[in-house]
């Protein structure tokens, strides 16, 4: 439990997987990766909330078809970093949870803009034209590879 916690606090992105709702690879699995924060840098929660388009194939995907998984990789973290093991490696941890991801209700968009522009500034800036709202996932179920 400490290691799925220590992936969802210190993960800046993850691969996001859906079921494609478009054209020709409708139905076929479809990933990409996302930003996203479980929370500010002083209050995490361990729920994954993302700043996201309607423009992104992804975003599609999860308005037809809210289930997706969102794995964590230790990529990032010290421990494959410092002993130069690639992160594909089993003993790299990876963190993969499962649910729905829904739009996150009026009451909850002021803590998801903490969590989100606390730990990626950047995004503040993004084109307005792009009518980025924020979602987050509803888990309902975790598997954790920690070798």
């Known amino acids: 439990a400490g290691t799925a916690r220590f992936l969802a606090r210190h993960s800046t992105w ?39 388009t309607p423009k ?7 308005l037809k078809n809210p289930m997706a998984s969102l794995t964590l990789p230790e ?8 002993n130069v093991i690639d992160p594909e490696d089993p003993r790299c941890a990876r963190l993969t949870l499962m649910g729905q991801m829904v739009t996150v209700p009026p009451e909850e968009v002021e803590f998801a803009k903490q969590a989100m522009f606390s730990r990626h500034p950047v995004v503040r800036k993004w ?19 920690s070798w």
């Open 56 to 62: 992104d194939n992804t975003v599609i995907d999860l």
């Open 127 to 145: 084109p307005r034209s792009y009518e980025w709202f924020f979602m987050k996932m509803n888990i309902e179920h975790i598997w954790i590879q």
């Open 14 to 52: 993850g691969f996001v997987a859906t079921r494609a709702a478009r054209g020709k690879i409708q139905g076929m699995p479809y990933g990409n990766c996302l930003l996203l924060s479980d929370g500010p840098v002083n209050n995490s929660t361990g729920i994954p909330f993302f700043y996201v």
């Open 75 to 82: 990529a990032d973290g010290n421990f494959c970093r410092k």
